[in-house]
Structures are given as structure tokens and as C-alpha cells.
């Protein structure tokens, strides 16, 4: 590998040539045909990163849009899996979703029922909606709202912007008897 130059006008090429330097070093290779290199966003990991927020990826989304209702307890465990790797997307996920995990449960026998059809409908219109969440600025304070109640908890995660608040993420759970204490939903809060 060539040694690379500074060039005094941006930063980014010379910690990108530190970082080749070290790939190298590693004697790691790269393939240039899967590289992104000075975009302002890019695809990763099933998401659209840009400097000041980040997407789900349309490729995936389609797939969700696309997919048809589930039949078995299987592919709703499969539909599940798709719609929860974007969990952090939409608030109360877990409260929207709790028709489709019920199907899932040991011992449940399954009955596609209309709540069933219309949490996928919601998750639906939910992801294809392209959520976007913001990247934390740790220069900046961070806002965090919770919420519990007997059933569930939930907390989003934002940060004012220099106009309006922007969401980094959401976080919801659904409490389980056996996870149930005594503790009225304030003490759940506090526990979130």
C-alpha cells in the first residue's frame, strides 16, 4: 500500500489513510467493490446512516411491506423477528406487538384473529412511515420520558436540535406476571 499524504484541506482523508494504514498493518483487505467512502449517507447494517440521523434501510422495509399475513406460529416468530431489528423506530412497540407475541407462546394454539391482522397492519404502516432517529450529540443534553403501567414500560430518548426535539430512540417492554411486583407504576418507572 502506497503511503498516504495529508492534504491540509480535509480531515477526513488523512484519518481515512490512518485507518488503511492500519488495515494494512493487520494485514486485513479490503473489498473496494463493498467501500463507501466520503458519501454523506450510506447503508448499514439494514440502516441509512447519515451525519445527522439514521433510517431503516428501504430494502428491508419492502420486505416487511411485502410480507403477507402470517400462517403458523413460525413465520409470525420470523415476522416478529424482521419487525423488532427496527424495535428502536417505533414507540411502544412492545404494547403494539403483544397480539403477535401471545400467538407465540408455549402451548398457545394458533388463531389468527382480527388484533392479530391489525397489529401487522400497524407494524406495517409503522416501518414503511420511514422512521428516522437522530444521532446523539454528546455535546448536547439528552431528554429521556418514561412510562410504566402494570402491563408495560417505555421510555424515548431524545435531544433538542437547534429548532425542535428530535427522538435518538425508543424503548418499550412488556412486563409478564412472573416479572410483576407489587410496586405501583411509579416504582416502575424508577426501575426502567
Not at 428491508?60 to 413460525?74: D, F, H, I
Not at 394458533?110 to 414503511?128: E, G, M, R, Y
Not at 402491563?151 to 416479572?179: F, I
Request: net charge negative; glycine share 4%; charged share 20%.
Amino acid at each position: 500500500m502506497e503511503k498516504c499524504t495529508r492534504l491540509p484541506y480535509t480531515v477526513a482523508l488523512t484519518n481515512l489513510c490512518t485507518v488503511f494504514q492500519l488495515i494494512a498493518k493487520a494485514n486485513l483487505h479490503l473489498n473496494p467493490a463493498k467501500c463507501s467512502l466520503f458519501h454523506r449517507q450510506t447503508s448499514f447494517l439494514g440502516h441509512v446512516v447519515s451525519e445527522r440521523e439514521v433510517s431503516t434501510d428501504p430494502a428491508k422495509v419492502e420486505a416487511v411491506e411485502k410480507w403477507l399475513s402470517p400462517m403458523s406460529t413460525g413465520e409470525v416468530c420470523s415476522f416478529l423477528g424482521l419487525a423488532s431489528f427496527y424495535r428502536r423506530f417505533i414507540a411502544e412497540f412492545a404494547n403494539i406487538a403483544q397480539p403477535l407475541h401471545q400467538l407465540t407462546e408455549k402451548g398457545q394454539r394458533f388463531t389468527w384473529l382480527p388484533a392479530s391482522q391489525n397489529t401487522v397492519n400497524h407494524l406495517h404502516k409503522d416501518l414503511i412511515t420511514t422512521p428516522i432517529l437522530a444521532i446523539p450529540d454528546s455535546t448536547k443534553p439528552f431528554l429521556l420520558d418514561t412510562d410504566a403501567s402494570n402491563d408495560g414500560v417505555g421510555a424515548v430518548l431524545s435531544q433538542m436540535s437547534e429548532d425542535d426535539e428530535r427522538v435518538v430512540a425508543y424503548y418499550s417492554h412488556t412486563l409478564h406476571s412472573k416479572t410483576l411486583t407489587s410496586k405501583p407504576s411509579i416504582g416502575q418507572e424508577q426501575n426502567t
